[in-house]
């Protein structure tokens, strides 16, 4: 393959970019919204603490009615869901208590079980995943941004929780996203996939694609050829999306690229962020993918699994 030609490969959507429910922005200018929803009997809530939220016996997402919900959760308004139910956000820290009151956290027949957006991400429905991790990036900012980033005041919240105003100064708060790329680095040949092992996984043998965030003033093509060549040290062209995904760890949105180097031969990892750089095959690659060998990769909830699945022509 030349260093211009598409690598061959199959696109899939990221594990948290395939569905979710309609959000209904509109009724968002509502100001009594929440509080006739709240009153409706057919609403539903996604409960979250910290990024996990409550799934039943099969895995699925699992929403409680509102009065099972105790008093002290920051609320908000996530859309409505095929039938037309309302479905709203019960918010609490991951230090607080369960969002679900105690005496509605169990019933005789199937106890809650909480898991991270991280953890069953990969594995829910399109439509629980893509609710599930705009559930968690909206709870984060809610619990972690109460106050103005200009004076300090403590903001009121609008917008059915998408929105915070400052009482006090004026200013109007939105949720905060931070863009930032990653990236599945290509041999010329296209016959293999360069990986990181990063300083923080300590001694877990696991490796994984190049991922940093976009700086102030950056194209996304300029901060995709600075951070591989910080990370791993090679040069790379032909850049091509894959795709996109929320990342709510902790409010990012993460641009998929695969791209190819420009000298193999290059690739050394920076010794502070990434400890070592490794070249795989695509038999390697789709052995890993299997949870076969001593050699770890990314979750099925990140936008790295599918990066790498999509270049070994795997459909995990």
């Known amino acids: ?5 598409e690598p061959p490969v199959s696109v899939r959507l990221p594990a948290l970019a395939r569905g979710g429910i309609d959000r209904c922005a509109e009724e968002r200018s509502d100001p009594d919204l929440l509080e006739r929803l709240r009153a409706d009997p057919s609403s539903r809530v996604v409960a979250v603490r910290g990024d996990r939220a409550p799934v039943d016996a099969a895995g699925a997402l699992q929403l409680v009615p509102v009065d099972a919900i105790r008093a002290d959760v920051q609320w908000a308004f996530l859309g409505r869901g095929a039938a037309g139910a309302a479905v709203l956000l019960a918010a609490a820290g991951a230090d607080e208590a369960d969002p679900v009151r105690e005496d509605r956290a169990a019933d005789a027949a199937a106890p809650l079980v909480w898991a991270s957006l991280r953890a069953i991400g990969g594995e829910l429905s399109a439509v629980d995943a893509g609710l599930l991790v705009e559930a968690v990036a909206l709870a984060r900012w809610l619990v972690d941004a109460p106050f103005c980033s200009h004076c300090g005041a403590r903001t009121v919240q609008r917008a059915a929780g998408w929105a915070r105003h400052c009482p006090v100064c004026g200013r109007e708060h939105f949720p905060r996203t931070d863009p930032a790329v990653i990236v599945g680095v290509v041999a010329p040949d296209g016959e293999s996939l360069l990986l990181g092992r990063n300083a923080l ?6 490796y994984s694609t190049f991922a940093g965030f976009v700086e102030a003033g950056e194209s996304l093509e300029s901060a995709i050829v600075r951070e591989v060549h910080e990370e791993a040290g090679v040069a790379v062209e032909a850049l091509h999306y ?5 990342w709510p760890y902790p409010r990012s949105l993460m641009l998929g690229f695969h791209a190819v180097a420009v000298d193999p031969a290059a690739a050394r990892p920076d010794g502070e962020e990434i400890v070592d750089v490794r070249w795989f095959n695509r038999d390697e690659t789709r052995a890993a993918l299997r949870g076969e060998g001593d050699v770890l990769l990314p979750g099925t909830a990140s936008i790295a699994h599918r990066l790498i699945a999509d270049w070994a022509g795997e459909t995990a």
């Open 242 to 246: 894959r795709g996109s995904q929320a």
């Open 201 to 206: 996984w300590g001694d877990r043998n696991l």
């Open 1 to 5: 393959m030349s260093p211009s030609a």
